[in-house]
């Protein structure tokens, strides 16, 4: 498993539905290129990217059902990896908010999702 962290609002009702939702791959959707949803190794690196990147505001970790070696690459310039086929993503035990606030990364690298 590795891991990405998501808006709860968006996420938590997708999960809840018990259809299956997904980080988005690298590829095409929807008609337009997606450099692959942006993951980390692990449950502490997405948390140190998001408290170094002061990104806050219902948002927490969650996994994603993939392997880092085998279905990740890594892009230039980017301090994590992205997602080469589109995986699913499950909830943790223990998932935070991490604050009020709403800054974020462009949905485009944080949250595509199953869906929409």
């Known amino acids: 498993m590795i ?11 997708k999960l809840d ?7 988005i791959g690298r590829g095409l959707h929807d008609f ?11 449950e502490n690196d997405a948390m140190a990217f998001m408290l ?7 948002r927490s970790v969650y996994g ?4 880092w070696d085998v ?9 994590y990896r992205r997602l080469v086929k589109s995986s699913p993503i ?3 035990p223990f998932n935070e908010d991490m ?3 709403s800054e974020s990364l462009p949905r485009s690298d944080v949250e595509r999702g199953g869906g929409g």
């Open 32 to 42: 337009s290129f997606h450099d692959g949803g942006a993951v980390f190794l692990t």
């Open 99 to 101: 604050s009020e606030s």
């Open 52 to 58: 170094a990147n002061q990104i806050e505001g219902g």
């Open 17 to 23: 539905s018990g259809q299956p939702f997904f980080k």
């Open 3 to 13: 891991y990405c962290f998501g808006l709860r609002a968006r996420y938590e009702p």
């Open 71 to 79: 279905d990740t690459i890594q892009l230039p310039n980017e301090p």
């Open 90 to 92: 499950v909830r943790l």
């Open 64 to 67: 994603v059902l993939a392997e």
